[in-house]
């Protein structure tokens, strides 16, 4: 599409974002003084794996007699597995995340779950998201209510919080704020945009309602937000090769933004495809391979930068999946998973606590032993150096990280 | 203090009963009193067209399909087939019932069953199109009739029992899911029961199951015949017992009301309002549409507080500007697209709770995307957006791109026909009146104005105003 017809075509919509300016002076104006969010500097990007990876075909197990005889056919050979220690070791797909597990830049955390876990993608991925209980539904998600909490009293800025897509996951949506979503500051950046914007500077009507107040305000955060990011993010990008794909794209934005300066302190990023009930094998193999280049990658690029240990990479998935396979070569919804930390200047080269004991099963499915907030809790007040308790709700202990 | 035309209040009124009216629509309803034209809405279509996707006796159940697959009647490419060819029936559902809102017809029932449909949350599980379409057939059957038979019949729905895990809530092995939700969800609300009276329910509603061809049955073998102690009482309770004790509380009808006025009237709730509501709901026996006509016919309602107070949820957005401009999709894809971007896909809630609603629907990407809607659907622009994929395997057919123009029909010649007497000068206010809740701002007109060029045509006109403002921000609201 040419920059002619585009403008034609926003035309319509930036009706509304013609209105702004006005609007954003006074907004702006009124947030002036009351200060930026403070931040010490550290990153954490949360990549999810959606759909429910096999956590047990990621980490395996591969000294573990039961985790053969329940897969006959879809168990990871011992002679294949990069080995971690005596009792476990990663994918062979993965071989860029060992590099960094050599390194010294990979913590993994085995067992990691919740109470009464949902089997549901829906439900459990929500779960995670707003960090509530099994049995309660929360609106805002726990980067949303991060983002709240950064934010309060100081400038309403939602690029303090970024998601690398086009649509906004409950995880980043507060109760005063919410994160923005982008797939690329360019695309968002014409989006908010248009030649027509002219000064308006009519008075806003003052006693109008609070709906209309809030969707104003949204948008002038929205436009406001889109040209930060993207005025910030021209100076020329990497040099690190990123494999194709969704998720090499998208750190590969993450990358520039950060090396770029925009101050954002999370990023969210998903990659989907991990509900592998039939022929499981192929699939896993392709998914995590692109997610192990695209991580090795990312590193990579963070420590030719002198980054690494200021970026923190998280990855979970809304649950693992069953120990027994089905009779199809995959696996069905189960729950524990394991749960990587990458980089942000963690102890080097660890598993954190004991391999899945898979003689201790819980209705056939891994007994958690971490609840998934521990780790959050920790990201929160460890290494972001936030309230924890006032984000989450209540205190979780935290898991031994540092 | 109302300062509301007859015209905005009609305005108002089908918005908020319905998904807005048509120009012509509103100019048949003036020519009427507002109280006939509430009567008419409540007492609209007493039969109800069903919703059908399905023979009953021609579904399969995914376990039965794969019955069929073990005892070779299916092979493997066919099983895939008659799987998919499920989930296509859903869509085809969502389709149907947005076709059924977007008509017109009996369109209080529609609104008050997309309602219910948030309220009695169920998410299709196991792809069941036949047990989705009972339930929302059930829905729209019950929507403006009495609240018991409602809960009664929702509660003992399929594909909610199935949703909310009755079928393994057995004697001895009690699963306190449905239990929980009947209470927290459907009737008291969350604080207003214990954690000893979900126990002791979950164990009476043991028994309430359901069979592949959709039939609710009550299973004798299963059900815990026992004693229990439920709110105080003591008795050996079935669920029937658990749900009439429900309906006795009035906390029920309180909590019921404070939802439907926080639907239909204010996000923020008007505690002594909603009290008197509440009472008048319990000495009616739950007589949903005395309701409803209660609230159109109140002076409050027509309150300039609760004028554009209610942010469109994105099937009301999509479903009025369809009803508005007599839109059809030449296509199924976009419109599922479009619901699934703004995050409210029919039959897919996001969990239990429902959608929920008000600020909530709006974040920085889908405003822009509200915004650009009518350039979609009514312009035929590029569409670069895409929404994640929810991870499951089983709503990938949901999930695919729809192309990336939407192709669409738009009944241009009705809507136009009713502003051939307003000036050129004029149209912009003639039809913000019809698609905003407010007048425009001054510096609203002037932008609305630059939309159109001297030496365009009438209708030109009119289609670039009408896309213009549908375009505001202010176009979200009702």
């Known amino acids: ?402 | 203090m109302n300062h509301q035309t007859k015209q905005q209040q009609l305005r108002y009124l089908f918005a908020r009963a319905g998904f807005g009216a048509t120009p012509a629509e509103l100019n048949e309803a003036s020519r009427s009193t507002l109280r006939k034209v509430v009567r008419q809405l409540v007492s609209n279509g007493k039969s109800v067209a069903s919703l059908q996707v399905v023979e009953p006796d021609e579904n399969r159940t995914k376990r039965q399909l794969k019955g069929m697959f073990r005892q070779g009647q299916l092979d493997k490419e066919m099983l895939r087939e008659q799987i998919r060819a499920n989930a296509q029936k859903v869509r085809d559902l969502n389709l149907q019932w947005l076709d059924r809102m977007v008509s017109g017809t009996d369109v209080l029932r529609e609104k008050m069953a997309l309602f219910w449909h948030g309220h009695f949350a169920c998410r299709t599980m196991g792809r069941n199109p036949l047990f989705m379409q009972q339930y929302a057939n059930t829905l729209r059957e019950h929507a403006l009739g009495n609240f018991r038979d409602l809960l009664m019949a929702a509660s003992k729905e399929p594909a909610m029992l199935q949703f909310l895990n009755n079928q393994q809530n057995r004697k001895n092995a009690p699963n306190e899911n449905f239990a929980r939700e009947v209470m927290e969800l459907f009737t008291l609300g969350r604080g207003n029961y214990s954690e000893f009276d979900i126990k002791e329910a979950a164990r009476a509603f043991t028994g309430w199951q359901f069979t592949p061809e959709g039939e609710f049955v009550f299973r004798a073998q299963v059900h815990d015949d026992g004693e229990k102690k439920i709110f105080g009482k003591t008795g050996t309770f079935n669920g029937e017992d658990v749900i009439a004790m429900l309906l006795e509380n009035p906390q029920t009808a309180r909590f019921i009301t404070a939802k439907i006025y926080r639907f239909f009237v204010n996000e923020t709730e008007d505690k002594k309002r909603v009290d008197q509501l509440a009472e008048q709901f319990y000495k009616n026996g739950y007589d949903i549409a005395a309701l409803m006509e209660t609230i159109f016919m109140a002076d409050w309602f027509y309150d300039a507080k609760n004028i554009g107070a209610h942010i469109k949820s994105p099937v009301e957005l999509l479903v009025g500007l369809r009803h508005t401009l007599g839109v059809q999709f030449d296509q199924p894809q976009p419109q599922i697209f479009v619901q699934r971007t703004l995050g409210q896909l029919l039959f897919y809630p996001p969990n239990v709770a429902g959608w929920p609603g008000g600020k909530n629907w709006i974040d920085s990407s889908s405003l822009l995307f509200r915004m650009q809607l009518p350039n979609y659907v009514l312009k035929t622009a590029e569409v670069t957006v895409q929404p994640k994929e929810d991870g499951d395997v089983n709503t990938q057919l949901l999930a695919r791109k729809g192309g990336t123009t939407f192709r669409t029909t738009v009944n241009w010649d009705d809507f136009e026909k009713e502003f051939t007497k307003t000036t050129d000068a004029g149209l912009p206010d003639a039809l913000a009146a019809f698609l905003l809740p407010f007048p425009l701002r001054p510096d609203q007109r002037i932008l609305i104005e630059k939309q159109t060029k001297t030496g365009q045509s009438r209708s030109e006109q009119i289609r670039m105003v009408t896309a213009a403002l549908m375009s505001l921000p202010e176009y979200q609201l009702t």
């Not at chain 1, 104003?216 to 005025?231: D, Q, W």
Request: aromatic residues 8%; proline residues 4%; contains cysteine.
């Open chain 1, 1 to 402: 599409m040419n920059r002619r017809k585009f403008l034609k075509q926003s035309a319509f919509t930036t009706a509304g974002t013609m209105l702004i300016p006005h609007f954003l002076k006074a907004y702006e104006a009124q947030m002036m003084g009351q200060g930026l969010a403070a931040s010490n500097g550290k990153i954490l990007v949360v990549v999810q794996l959606s759909g429910g990876n096999d956590g047990l075909n990621t980490v395996v197990p591969y000294r573990n007699d039961i985790y053969y005889r329940e897969r006959p056919t879809i168990a990871i050979k011992p002679e294949k597995v990069l080995t971690l220690n005596d009792e476990i070791g990663l994918h062979p797909a993965m071989t860029p995340l060992k590099a960094l597990y050599d390194e010294g830049l990979v913590t993994v955390i085995n067992n990691v779950g919740y109470p009464n876990p949902d089997r549901s993608h829906f439900r459990s991925m929500d779960i995670w998201q707003t960090a509530s209980d099994s049995d309660a539904y929360l609106q805002t998600g726990w980067v949303g209510r991060y983002l709240d909490a950064a934010c309060a009293g100081k400038a309403q800025q939602p690029f303090r919080t970024i998601e690398v897509d086009d649509t906004l996951s409950l995880a980043m949506k507060g109760n005063s704020l919410n994160g923005l979503a982008m797939l690329d500051p360019k695309k968002l950046y014409s989006q908010t945009r248009s030649n027509l914007v002219t000064n308006l500077s009519k008075e806003h009507s003052t006693n109008e309602p609070e709906t209309v107040s809030y969707l104003y305000k949204t948008l002038a955060e929205t436009v406001s937000s889109a040209e930060y990011v993207f005025n910030k993010a021209k100076v020329p990008g990497t040099n690190t090769t990123y494999p194709n794909g969704e998720l090499g794209n998208r750190l590969k934005t993450v990358s520039q933004l950060i090396q770029a300066g925009v101050d954002t302190s999370v990023y969210y990023v998903s990659i989907s495809g991990f509900d592998t009930h039939i022929n499981q094998p192929g699939q896993q193999e392709r998914l995590l391979g692109q997610y192990a280049e695209a991580v090795g990658a990312f590193m990579t690029d963070l420590k030719a930068a002198g980054r690494q240990n200021d970026i923190m990479l998280m990855t979970f998935s809304e649950f693992g999946r069953r120990v027994k396979q089905n009779a199809s070569n995959g696996t069905d919804h189960g729950t524990a998973n394991n749960v990587f930390l990458i980089g942000g200047g963690l102890p080097a080269k660890r598993v954190l606590n004991e391999a899945p004991n898979l003689s201790k099963l819980t209705d056939g499915d891994l007994t958690y032993s971490v609840d998934f907030r521990q780790i959050y809790a920790t990201l929160l007040h460890d290494y972001l150096g936030v309230d924890d308790v006032a984000i989450l709700g209540r205190k979780f202990n935290g898991v031994k990280i540092v």
